[in-house]
T-cell receptor, first 114, second 113 residues
Framework: AQSVAQPEDQVNVAEGNPLTVKCTYSVSGNPYLFWYVQYPNRGLQFLLKYITGDNLVKGSYGFEAEFNKSQTSFHLKKPSALVSDSALYFCAVRTNTNAGKSTFGDGTTLTVKP | DAMVIQNPRYQVTQFGKPVTLSCSQTLNHNVMYWYQQKSSQAPKLLFHYYDKDFNNEADTPDNFQSRRPNTSFCFLDIRSPGLGDAAMYLC????????????FGPGTRLLVL
């Protein structure tokens, strides 16, 4: 069975400071990892994904994430947070052995204060 | 520019009254998914279509059904909505399964009175 953990329900940062939203996963086989962002009353928007290759993945809106196989982690980062980054963030994992089913973490609410 | 469209955005129904939610896509993707999301929790996969093949999740109640009459459209039918079915319903598509990114629609918020 595959699973995703987002250990923090809430992350608070000041505008201009770096931010990290944590994600760890558990799968059998090679993981395909995704980050999505959700604004209130909206669907999920794709930010970035790791499939293979370079462990550092760059995505939309200045976000990046680093795949760490030994720690089974895929933390989302941004060097300088914006107030408009405040939203709900979901990490998700898929494999090629589970008919493409995505397993989502429980989400982390990011609040960036001016 | 909208790629995954869901109608309506808000739906109010009565307890036990059948309701249908609609999803359409302009991406020509093979896979279409329906998720249920409650109170900013993780989206829960109900089922997906891979082309015409329907794939139901083991824990999806029989009350939830789906139809995909063509590549572009997919419907979620709730035969007898209960109060516990009030949620946001998200439709998503992907070109294929596995590594492909999922593209989500804006969601339909269902209220059951």
């Amino acid at each position: 069975a595959q699973s995703v953990a987002q250990p923090e329900d809430q992350v608070n940062v000041a505008e201009g400071n770096p931010l990290t939203v944590k994600c760890t996963y558990s799968v059998s086989g090679n993981p395909y990892l995704f980050w999505y962002v959700q604004y209130p009353n909206r669907g999920l928007q794709f930010l970035l994904k790791y499939i293979t290759g370079d462990n550092l993945v760059k995505g939309s809106y200045g976000f990046e994430a680093e795949f760490n196989k030994s720690q089974t982690s895929f933390h989302l980062k941004k060097p300088s947070a914006l107030v408009s980054d405040s939203a709900l963030y979901f990490c998700a994992v898929r494999t090629n052995t589970n008919a493409g089913k995505s397993t989502f973490g429980d989400g982390t609410t990011l609040t960036v204060k001016p | 520019d909208a790629m995954v469209i869901q109608n309506p955005r808000y739906q109010v129904t009565q307890f036990g009254k059948p309701v249908t939610l609609s999803c359409s896509q302009t991406l020509n993707h093979n896979v279409m998914y329906w998720y249920q999301q409650k109170s900013s929790q993780a989206p829960k996969l109900l089922f997906h279509y891979y082309d015409k093949d329907f794939n139901n999740e083991a824990d999806t109640p029989d009350n939830f059904q789906s139809r995909r009459p063509n590549t572009s459209f997919c419907f979620l039918d709730i035969r007898s909505p209960g109060l516990g079915d009030a949620a946001m319903y998200l439709c998503a598509t992907s070109r294929d399964r596995d590594v492909e990114t999922q593209y989500f629609g804006p969601g339909t918020r269902l209220l059951v009175l």
